[in-house]
């Protein structure tokens, strides 16, 4: 196979950005589709198993469903097990984008020897087939919308078909409507952020000009701080740019007295405040004071105010906003966006 272009990857990143609202749509409707045993509406607890790119979705939907949403607990493990007390009363979701990652192939295993109720999302792989073989809903879906073939660009599936297998399953109430309002959210920030847009309205390119060459603090609240995370993900991988993520209010607590040392810090950093009319009255409050506060000890920040009506839409607006800053500023570095050397460094090094 002829090796792409650079400017071939950009497109196709690009591509997959413009894709987004393609991708929740289409996951959305397939697992509605999928049928489920009656005792998978009875487990006790949610367990998700994924690594990296994988587990993106799953940590949108987790913020989005923390408060109060969903019926049972829901936990993130990303390890080579499953925790303790998962059991036959457990739902655990296994999602591989190829298949092959080695702590969900474990945490599968171990998940048919406790008998736990089991959902897969994969494109195929050895995951699909130890699925298959133990006649396990699996969501094997056609990546037909993620033209880069990136796991950290497939996000409208990942968190798409958490959405439906937690709805269908009478998890949470989220209805067809919501997903519907989320995708034209998708669609009306596409349009604003694309590449046609002139460098003078467009936000997206705006930052790019203040964050090239500083490393991101990225700030967000509630259920803005997975698809957040998400965002930083992509920082390191698409633009080999060093990001974290700091939740506010816990910043108040710590962060804010580490700020004067060591002194290149104030050249080096730059924060993005994540803000939303959404956040409860007493973490909005705290927005501007951590931003003066940063101000004081001379390093710059932005904020980007999400303004969606719906939290589930602000998670899409803040995917959208974010995946086009890191499309940016990739492009502007020369950087390839799809080659992961150090990532695929540890896979070389610990396969069989």
């Known amino acids: 196979m002829q090796a792409r272009s650079l400017e071939e990857k950009f497109k196709l990143v690009l591509s997959t950005i413009k894709a987004y609202p393609a991708q929740l749509e289409q996951a959305w409707d397939e697992v509605s589709k999928i049928d489920f045993p009656p005792?998978?509406?009875?487990?006790?607890?949610?367990?998700?198993?994924?690594?990296?790119?994988?587990?993106?979705?799953?940590?949108m939907v987790d913020s989005f469903t923390s408060e109060n949403r969903l019926r049972v607990p829901f936990e993130i493990f990303t390890e080579y097990h499953l925790p303790d007390y998962a059991d036959d009363k457990s739902l655990v979701i296994l999602s591989s984008y190829s298949g092959s990652t080695e702590e969900t192939i474990n945490a599968a295993q171990m998940a048919v020897a406790k008998r736990a109720k089991i959902f897969g999302i994969t494109t195929g792989g050895k995951l699909a087939e130890i699925l298959k073989k133990e006649s396990i809903p699996t969501y094997i879906f056609?990546?037909?919308?993620?033209?880069?073939?990136?796991?950290?660009?497939?996000?409208?599936?990942?968190?798409?078909?958490?959405?439906?297998?937690?709805?269908?399953?009478?998890?949470?109430?989220?209805?067809?409507?919501?997903?519907?309002?989320?995708?034209?959210?998708?669609?009306?920030?596409?349009a604003e952020l694309d590449e046609?847009?002139?460098e003078g309205r467009n936000e997206a390119i705006a930052f790019v000009k203040k964050i090239k060459?500083?490393?991101p603090v990225l700030v967000a609240s509630e259920h803005l701080i997975g698809v957040t995370h998400a965002i930083k993900n992509q920082f390191n991988e698409s633009a080999k740019t060093f990001a974290t993520l700091f939740d506010l209010p816990e910043v108040n607590h710590h962060l804010i007295e580490g700020?004067?040392?060591?002194?290149?810090?104030?050249?080096?950093?730059?924060?993005?405040?994540?803000?939303?009319?959404?956040?409860?009255?007493?973490?909005?409050?705290?927005?501007?004071?951590?931003?003066?506060?940063v101000r004081q000890n001379g390093i710059d920040y932005d904020i980007y105010h999400v303004s969606s009506k719906t939290k589930l839409a602000q998670i899409y607006e803040?995917?959208?906003?974010?995946?086009?800053?890191?499309?940016?500023?990739?492009?502007?570095?020369g950087i390839d966006p799809m080659k992961i050397p150090w990532v695929d460094y540890f896979k070389e090094k610990l396969s069989p």
Do not use: W
């Not at 009875?42 to 979705?57: Q, R, T």
């Not at 007493?282 to 003066?292: F, K, M, S």
């Not at 803040?318 to 570095?333: A, E, H, K, N, Q």
């Open 196 to 198: 046609k847009v002139p």
């Open 39 to 59: 005792d998978y509406k009875e487990v006790e607890n949610i367990v998700f198993c994924g690594m990296g790119g994988s587990a993106l979705g799953a940590r």
């Open 318 to 333: 803040v995917l959208v906003f974010g995946s086009f800053v890191v499309y940016y500023l990739t492009r502007d570095l």
């Open 213 to 215: 060459r500083k490393a």
């Open 142 to 190: 056609d990546p037909k919308n993620n033209p880069s073939g990136q796991p950290r660009m497939s996000l409208g599936y990942a968190s798409g078909a958490i959405l439906a297998i937690i709805s269908k399953l009478g998890l949470a109430h989220i209805a067809e409507a919501d997903i519907g309002e989320a995708i034209e959210t998708m669609e009306s920030a596409i």
């Open 259 to 293: 700020l004067s040392r060591p002194l290149a810090l104030k050249k080096l950093l730059h924060f993005v405040f994540f803000t939303s009319d959404l956040y409860p009255k007493r973490v909005q409050r705290r927005y501007p004071l951590t931003a003066d506060v």
